[in-house]
């Protein structure tokens, strides 16, 4: 049966290739972002590759409100979803904590933490009274290793994994899947977000690297996804040849 998948942030890097991959496979879609002409523009390159049907939703999931209102207005033939990917996501800024702009960290917190809740609590309790469903969570290698000026950031990642086993525990009578997945260095607008437009500084982490990109990742959400209902992978950590952890990182100059 075509099973339904709602992926937020799917403007973008990791989650537009999540919702390529699973477009190709011909799953029933539900992206979701704020900028509503690219979403526009994925639906209809997604509809025309795939003859599929493909519903977009545009809002800010710092908003609970707006999360809640979105996911009230699917049409029936999208208001079952079986698959929910909490990708949406972001770095804002680089700094230590006594220099640390506080907008950013509300901004990381507001999206990485409390937008992944919001959509969670909204779209879960129909899993659990259907007793089927699977969560995804793009966590980080940010959520396992902290490092230098990576405080704020790497505390929301540090969350997303406790939030993680935590709601695996929550979803295991309900038969409901949980999975984190968590990269390394994937080369997408994620560095250029983080500062904030300056696209010589967004070079630096892939400098002299190969490093993952958005496909990469999708590839391991395909697998995830494809596994017995019986077999559930509850965490994935994938990086790049170049990069070992956090710290450790083969530059070949
Ligand atoms: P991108 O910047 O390319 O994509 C981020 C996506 O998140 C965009 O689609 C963006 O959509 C969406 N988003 C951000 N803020 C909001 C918001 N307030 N409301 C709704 N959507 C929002 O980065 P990545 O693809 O790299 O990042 C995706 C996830 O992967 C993030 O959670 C990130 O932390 C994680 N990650 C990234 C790694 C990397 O090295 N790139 C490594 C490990 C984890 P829009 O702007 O249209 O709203
Ligand atoms: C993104 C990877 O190393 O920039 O989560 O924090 S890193």
């Not at 999208?78 to 700094?95: E, K, P, Q, R």
């Not at 933490?113 to 659990?128: E, F």
Request: hydrophobic letters at 40%; charged letters at 25%; one cysteine or more.
């Amino acid at each position: 049966m075509q099973r339904t998948a709602l992926i937020t942030g799917a403007t973008s890097g990791i989650g537009l290739a999540i919702s390529e991959k699973l477009a190709s496979e011909g799953y029933k879609l539900i992206i979701t972002g704020r900028r509503t002409e690219k979403l526009d523009a994925l639906k209809l390159k997604l509809e025309s590759e795939y003859s599929l049907d493909i519903h977009t939703l545009n809002f800010d999931i710092r908003n609970k409100q707006e999360v809640d209102n979105a996911i009230d207005s699917l049409p029936a033939e999208f208001a079952t979803i079986d698959i929910l990917v909490n990708n949406a996501g972001l770095a804002a800024g680089l700094s230590t904590i006594d220099t640390g702009n506080i907008d950013d960290w509300e901004q990381m917190i507001d999206t990485n933490i409390k937008g992944l809740l919001y959509i969670t609590r909204k779209v879960s309790p129909a899993m659990v009274k259907r007793k089927s469903g699977h969560i995804i969570n793009i966590g980080s290698t940010a959520g396992k290793e902290v490092y230098l000026n990576g405080n704020v950031y790497c505390g929301t990642k540090h969350a997303v994994n406790a939030i993680s086993q935590s709601m695996r525990i929550d979803m295991l009578p309900h038969g409901i899947k949980v999975t984190q997945i968590k990269p390394g260095l994937v080369d997408t607008e994620f560095s250029l977000v983080r500062f904030k437009g300056d696209t010589e500084k967004a070079k630096t982490p892939y400098q002299d690297i190969v490093p993952l990109y958005g496909p990469d990742i999708a590839e391991a959400v395909s697998f995830v996804l494809s596994r017995p209902a019986s077999v559930n992978i509850n965490d994935l950590e994938i990086t790049c040849t170049a990069q070992a952890n956090s710290f450790y990182v083969h530059r070949e100059k």
